[in-house]
């Protein structure tokens, strides 16, 4: 009994040690379909929201309020009408984030948190590993907490990739810099900790997955031309 008690805490260190400093630094290989006028899935997750944007804003529907996309998104560049897509990232998930298109990149840029907000509280991780999506759009760390934005001009036109912290800082490692050239599929940010990532791209583009679905990062079409 006295060995049970020793060998418990034991294997439960282990298993965090392994978690924290191996598993989630895994980096599977990713081959991402040919289609040049797609979008792909920039991480492995969960999809959280889809929305549309019109005149900057987005609606949250737990809020009752327009939200603006730029302050969401962390970019000062000019957000068209389009789709807001948002893909949670867990501790068990690959915490590479990928290139969601090809093209040039125009914009990095760095926001800092007004406060640490833990991206889920008690009942929405309950809920997450239930598998029932939670709608992070309205929660106080998506419009608050540490994000790091890219504005990629590709094919279908830009598309903004923004990493928001899922609490007490980003932890990310960015792969990109304005000017760069980046290539759908390859890998374009690391997040240590996970978190949210969200996407942004034209209205000319239809999205092909909906809440609660799983995707995976350079590989899951989450948005394609009308008809596709």
Known sequence: MRLRRLLLP???????WYLRSVYRFRDPVRVPPPQSDVVLSPADGVVSFVRRVEAGKVQSDALNAALNVGDLLGTAAAIPDGWLMGVFVGPLDVHYVY???????????????????????????????????????????????ERLGAVIEGEVGPVTVTLVAPGAGLHATSYLKPGDSASAGHKAAFLAEGGLVVVHFPAALMPQVSVGERVVGAQTVIASGAGR
């Open 10 to 16: 034991i294997a439960a260190g282990t298993a965090v």
């Open 99 to 145: 290139g969601p298109v090809g093209g040039q990149v125009t914009t990095v840029q760095h926001t800092g948190s007004r406060r640490d907000v833990a991206l889920l509280g008690a009942a929405e991780a309950l809920s997450m590993l239930a598998g029932q999506p939670t709608d992070l759009l309205a929660g106080r760390g998506t419009l608050e907490n």
